[in-house]
């Protein structure tokens, strides 16, 4: 018996070591952890100034910053969060947000705005410029943003954060029980975010088994246990309508349009407007190529004619002058560099003057405007370009249309929803399919590439503002080994074009065309021809759509018949 007194001590002793460690490690496993999170790491932080940001429930990429005690967003974050329509002037340095009347206006780095004709003392600095890395990126007063903007925002310390809302639907919250933590994650063991206290608000983003993700009043996303939840409820957020979006009215007709573009390269080609408009039908709007971009001033050459506007008024047609930034070469035989003339306030505001003298000292009745070179760099500087002139439109009862491809992601700087608010009519040029560059041989416009070019352009632009411009001219195409090139012809010389080559035409459903094709020595022709039949095939898709109505390039292109199909268009 002495002799067994050692072991049973000793097994004691491990039963209670044992015994020890393992409800230590159940301490260890089921102990609510005292850690708290790095908050810097949480909210992604780099810099003392940043301000993280919280919109809606979601921690955004994007940062504001905090400078001098007041925070800004840079101009991509109000752009693609909040409101596109504040422009920055980086040639003279300007800050303009663009109203259907007015054009606020600011020096960037300075506190003081124009609006209305009165300057203003903002008290803090609206905007400012610096360089990160390779570029310069502005950035502009969240205040002066929400100026202008419906949105509701506060900012939260320790480090800042802001919590912002630009949409107030119903949510679901419930209040805290007891003193507990907010967790980064589902777990005792996850650090601690922020304590909250018995009877603080949370609002319930997601619920799981015995956790639930919630956001507490200041704006910090975590997790707590469901235990610690009461009174769950749904809470009515009220929205914020400080600022009253002014409408932009638009000169729309009553019924369709029937546009014909009048292809005028000297004053003399004024003289042609009687043969131009003789066979048509039912035309009320000519388009005639009067203006073009003459130099980096923001000058213009014109060919424009009251003489002409009034013999077209005279037979119940109005008269929308074209101005392009393609048709003109300076002596030198240099384009002019239309997107520097509207980078700079100055030279976009001159441009804008002259287009409006010619209009006005003519008696034009709209404007159209054909910029066919706009790159990527050049868009908001395009769209700035229309919101202003809109301005002066909307003022002199001037119609406003604005020309523009078939939309794809490739020109979408065009950016053709802001064209369907501020501009009258958006109008598709459904032709150039293939152009006078394509290295493939086909169609100018099929029927497919029609229907694309509505449905599209309607997913942004209001369709009774939308008019498809038809082609009345064709292309023979011309394949030797692999060089492709191609001869445009009218739809009255087509035929002749069948002879001359002696092709014989069949229909093709695929793109509701007729196609004739021959291999003459080494040379392979093909010709998808615009022609009365696959003009009605377009022109019935296109009353699908409650659309503006139609245009066509060009008058004196066109078979006196087709001007029957136009009526039938426009009577439905």
Request: proline share 2%; net charge negative.
């Amino acid at each position: 018996m002495k002799k067994a007194i050692p072991v049973l001590v000793a097994i004691a002793l491990i039963l209670i070591i044992g015994g020890a460690a393992f409800g230590s490690m159940l301490i260890e496993k089921y102990s609510y952890s005292h850690e708290y999170a790095d908050l810097y790491e949480y909210f992604h932080m780099i810099k003392e100034e940043e301000v993280p940001v919280i919109l809606q429930d979601e921690l955004l990429e994007e940062k504001a910053v905090m400078v001098d005690g007041v925070c800004y967003f840079d101009l991509a974050t109000v752009h693609l969060y909040f409101n596109d329509r504040f422009y920055i002037d980086e040639v003279e340095q300007l800050l303009l947000y663009t109203t259907p009347v007015d054009i606020i206006r600011a020096n960037i780095g300075e506190s003081a705005y124009q609006e209305q004709g009165q300057t203003t003392d903002a008290g803090y600095r609206l905007s400012f410029a610096r360089t990160e890395g390779e570029e310069t990126v502005y950035y502009i007063a969240v205040d002066f943003v929400k100026r202008y903007t419906n949105f509701s925002y506060e900012v939260y310390g320790d480090p800042y954060h802001m919590q912002v809302y630009t949409e107030w639907e119903d949510r679901q919250v419930a209040d805290i029980t007891k003193d507990t933590a907010v967790r980064v994650l589902g777990g005792v063991k996850s650090d601690i975010l922020r304590e909250v206290s018995a009877a603080e608000k949370v609002v319930i983003l997601e619920k799981m088994e015995t956790w639930c993700k919630v956001k507490t009043e200041d704006a910090f996303i975590g997790y707590v246990e469901n235990k610690f939840l009461e009174n769950e409820r749904t809470e009515t957020m009220q929205p914020v309508t400080d600022y009253t979006e002014p409408e932009y009215t638009s000169l729309t007709k009553e019924g369709k349009v029937s546009l014909g573009f009048h292809a005028i390269y000297a004053t003399s080609g004024n003289g042609t407007l009687d043969e131009m408009i003789g066979g048509t039908k039912d035309l009320t709007v000519i388009a005639p190529t009067w203006f073009s971009v003459m130099d980096n001033e923001g000058n213009i050459r014109s060919f424009a004619e009251a003489s002409y506007v009034q013999r077209a008024h005279a037979k119940g047609i109005e008269v929308w002058g074209v101005v392009d930034d393609f048709n003109y070469k300076d002596t030198s035989g240099t384009d002019v560099n239309v997107p520097a003339v509207l980078a700079a306030t100055t030279t976009r505001t001159a441009l804008i003057d002259r287009i409006m003298e010619a209009a006005l000292n003519c008696g034009m009745d709209g404007i159209n405007i054909d910029f066919e070179n706009i790159d990527g760099a050049a868009g908001e500087d395009f769209v700035q370009f229309l919101r202003e002139l809109s301005i002066r439109c909307r003022a002199n009862n001037l119609v406003l249309s604005v020309d523009n491809y078939v939309p794809y992601n490739f020109n979408s700087q065009y950016d053709l929803e802001e064209q369907g608010v501020v501009a009258d009519y958006v109008i598709i040029m459904a032709y150039d399919e293939h152009w006078a560059g394509s290295q493939e041989a086909g169609s100018v416009s099929s029927i497919g590439y029609v229907r694309y070019g509505i449905e599209k352009t309607c997913e942004y632009v209001p369709s009774d503002k939308v008019i498809v411009a038809l082609p009345f001219y064709t292309r023979l195409w011309k394949t030797v080994g692999a060089e492709v090139t191609s001869e445009a012809y009218p739809m009255t010389g087509t035929e002749a074009a069948l002879t001359a080559y002696g092709m014989e035409a069949d229909w093709d459903e695929e793109t509701s065309q007729n196609y004739a094709e021959i291999t003459v020595g080494d040379a392979f022709y093909q010709i998808w021809i615009e022609d009365l039949q696959s003009m009605g095939v377009k022109l019935n898709v296109m009353q699908n759509y409650d659309l503006g109505g139609v245009a066509a390039w060009r008058l004196g292109y066109e078979p006196a018949a087709v001007w029957d199909l136009f009526n039938a268009y426009m009577a439905q």
